[in-house]
């Protein structure tokens, strides 16, 4: 395999999001006179996304208009708090210096809505560097739907066949396997308790992402030691 770019999953893979999602989460529940829930609980939904985040602090059977108005009630406190506590995944940085070391291109690919995942890369001083960004609103079809990766591939002006795509769920990998691309399975990312990642039929497993190096190694073109650039990611 030729590798010409790494595409990443946004929320439980790339980025570290849960302590301005469980704020935003906790901040509906305390204007209703509820309890906060712990980050811990909250991890476990957050690849369901703002409905699923409600579901677990309101029920699975609520009144849709009051359903709808706590879904937007979060969206909206989180807007306002997209980057205070959101960082990188510990080695992640250090990840995306070595793609970039090697002229390679990287992306995101999130079923977050565009209009939170544009300013939260921004704020991050991520968004410069990224070849392509695609959000959840940005395609008809969201994954497990391949549509998303394709598009990322059509703005990075890349074969789906020359990508990797790492993700923290099993949609992810779904999408990655159908848009033709290697599959990596982010299993330090944000899992339910039933979650299996063996199970979702991935290339490579990492359980931190540091292990990513270790999987791209063979794909990644080398570095020389005259390279400027390598001082950063060599040794």
């Given amino acids: 395999m030729t590798l010409h770019c790494i595409l990443f999953d946004l929320?439980?893979?790339?980025?570290d999001t849960l302590p301005d999602l469980a704020y935003a989460l906790n901040g509906v529940l305390v204007e209703e006179g509820r309890d906060p829930l712990a980050q811990s609980v909250i991890r476990q939904t957050i690849s369901y996304?703002?409905?699923?985040?409600?579901k677990l602090a309101f029920g699975n059977q609520q009144?849709?208009?009051?359903?709808?108005?706590?879904?937007?009630?979060?969206?909206?406190?989180?807007?306002?708090?997209?980057?205070e506590h959101t960082r990188l995944f510990p080695g992640m940085e250090e990840i995306l210096r070595n793609i970039e070391a090697r002229n390679l291109k990287w992306g995101v690919v999130t079923n977050k809505r565009r209009y939170l995942t544009l300013p939260l890369l921004e704020r991050l001083g991520l968004l410069s560097k990224a070849?392509?960004?695609?959000?959840?609103?940005?395609?008809?079809?969201?994954?497990?739907?391949?549509?998303?990766?394709?598009?990322?591939?059509?703005?990075a002006e890349v074969d789906t066949c020359k990508c990797v795509y790492v993700g923290d769920?099993?949609?992810?990998?779904?999408?990655?396997?159908?848009?033709?691309?290697?599959?990596?399975?982010?299993?330090?990312?944000?899992l339910a308790?039933?979650?299996?990642?063996?199970?979702?039929?991935a290339d490579r497993?990492?359980?931190?992402?540091?292990?990513?190096?270790?999987?791209?190694?063979d794909v990644l073109p080398p570095l020389t030691?005259?390279?400027?650039?390598?001082a950063d990611v060599i040794g």
């Fill in 63 to 83: 009144d849709k208009v009051e359903f709808g108005r706590r879904t937007a009630r979060l969206r909206e406190i989180y807007s306002e708090h997209l980057n």
């Fill in 11 to 15: 929320d439980g893979t790339l980025l």
């Fill in 169 to 190: 769920a099993k949609w992810d990998i779904e999408a990655g396997r159908r848009a033709g691309m290697l599959t990596v399975a982010a299993c330090y990312g944000y």
């Fill in 131 to 155: 070849a392509c960004v695609v959000s959840g609103d940005d395609t008809t079809r969201g994954k497990p739907n391949p549509d998303p990766l394709w598009l990322a591939c059509r703005v």
């Fill in 49 to 54: 996304g703002a409905p699923g985040m409600v």
């Fill in 225 to 230: 030691v005259g390279d400027p650039s390598a």
């Fill in 193 to 201: 308790p039933d979650d299996d990642p063996r199970e979702w039929g």
């Fill in 205 to 217: 497993y990492i359980d931190q992402p540091p292990d990513l190096m270790e999987v791209l190694m």
